[in-house]
C-alpha cells in the first residue's frame, strides 16, 4: 500500500478538494482508499462529505489522546453517484473509507493544549491500513509545518505539494521540498486554482520545473463553478463531464 500526503504551506490552495476528489475517483475505479483527515486546527474533509458538524462517531482526535476505538472512527464514505457510469471493465468494488477530525472547539483545544504522540499517529495510520486492506491511504494535512504536518510527512511514501500560482505559495513549496528530501519522500508538485493567462504563456510550466527541480503531476486552472459549489459533497460525482473532473 502506498501512503500520500497532500500538503500546502498555506491555506485556500483547495486542498482539502483535491484529495477528497482524487480518493473518490480512484475508489470508483475500484480501489480501496482511505482517508485521513490530520488538519487538526482546521480540518475540512469531514464538510466535503457532508458529515454533520455535531456527528457522534469517534474522530481521529479522540484516537490520539486514547479515547475510543479504531473501528468506531472509520466511516464509509464510497460515493455512488457514478455508480451507472463506470467506463466498461471498470470496477464497481472498490471503497472509500474516512477518518475525519473534529469540528468542535473543545477537541481543537484540547489536542493544542495536551499535544498528542508521534507514535500513536503512526500506530493508528499503520492500524487503518491493515484493518481495511487498503491500496491507497490519502493524509490532508495542516498548512504550514506544525507538528501533526512532521508526522504525517514522515509516514508518507509520497509528498504532493499543492500550491498556486502565487510568491507565497512558491517560497512554502520549496520549504516542504527541502524537508520531505531531507525526510528521505519523494516529491511531486499540484498546481491549482491557475489563471487562464498564465497557462497561455509558453513558458509557465518549464518555468516552474526549473524553479523547484521538481515533477510537477498536474496543473488545474481555475473553475468558478469549482469554487461555488463550496465544497458540499464531491464535485466530480455531480459533473462528470466537466474539465476539471477529467483532469482530476
Same mark, same amino acid.
Given at each position: ?50 458529515? +454533520?458538524? =455535531?456527528?457522534?462517531?469517534? =474522530? ?26 463506470? +467506463? ?31 507514535? *500513536? ?7 487503518? =491500513?491493515?484493518?481495511?486492506?487498503? *491500496? ?11 507538528? *501533526? ?35 528521505? =519522500? ?7 486554482? /491557475? ?6 504563456? +509558453? ?12 515533477? /510537477?503531476?498536474?496543473?488545474? +486552472? ?27
Amino acid at each position: 500500500m502506498t501512503i500520500i500526503s497532500f500538503h500546502s504551506y498555506r491555506g485556500g490552495t483547495g486542498k482539502s478538494t483535491l484529495i477528497a476528489n482524487v480518493a473518490a475517483l480512484l475508489a470508483l475505479k475500484g480501489m480501496r482508499v482511505g482517508l485521513v483527515d490530520l488538519d487538526l486546527i482546521s480540518p475540512g474533509l469531514g464538510l466535503i462529505f457532508n458529515l +454533520p458538524s =455535531k456527528c457522534k462517531t469517534c =474522530k481521529i482526535n479522540d484516537l490520539l489522546v486514547g479515547s475510543g476505538n479504531l473501528i468506531d472512527a472509520v466511516i464509509d464514505v464510497t460515493p455512488s453517484d457514478l455508480s451507472l457510469n463506470l +467506463p466498461e471493465g471498470e470496477s464497481e468494488k472498490g471503497k472509500l473509507y474516512l477518518i475525519p477530525a473534529s469540528f468542535e472547539s473543545e477537541d481543537i483545544f484540547r489536542l493544542i493544549k495536551n499535544g498528542y504522540s508521534a507514535e *500513536d499517529c503512526v500506530k493508528i495510520v499503520q492500524k487503518f =491500513k491493515d484493518f481495511l486492506n487498503l *491500496d491507497l491511504l490519502f493524509i490532508g494535512t495542516h498548512p504550514g509545518f506544525e507538528e *501533526d504536518t512532521l508526522l504525517a510527512l514522515a509516514s508518507t511514501d509520497l509528498l504532493t505539494i499543492v500550491l498556486r500560482a502565487d510568491l507565497q505559495d512558491y517560497v512554502g513549496a520549496r520549504i516542504a521540498i527541502n524537508i520531505g528530501r531531507r525526510l528521505g =519522500k519523494n516529491v511531486c508538485l499540484l498546481l491549482n486554482m /491557475v489563471p487562464r493567462s498564465l497557462l497561455d504563456a +509558453p513558458s509557465f510550466i518549464d518555468d516552474i520545473k526549473k524553479t523547484f527541480e521538481a515533477p /510537477v503531476v498536474g496543473i488545474i +486552472p481555475f473553475y468558478e463553478e469549482v469554487l461555488a459549489s463550496m465544497s458540499r459533497g464531491l464535485f466530480v460525482t455531480k459533473n462528470l463531464d466537466h474539465n476539471f473532473t477529467r483532469l482530476i
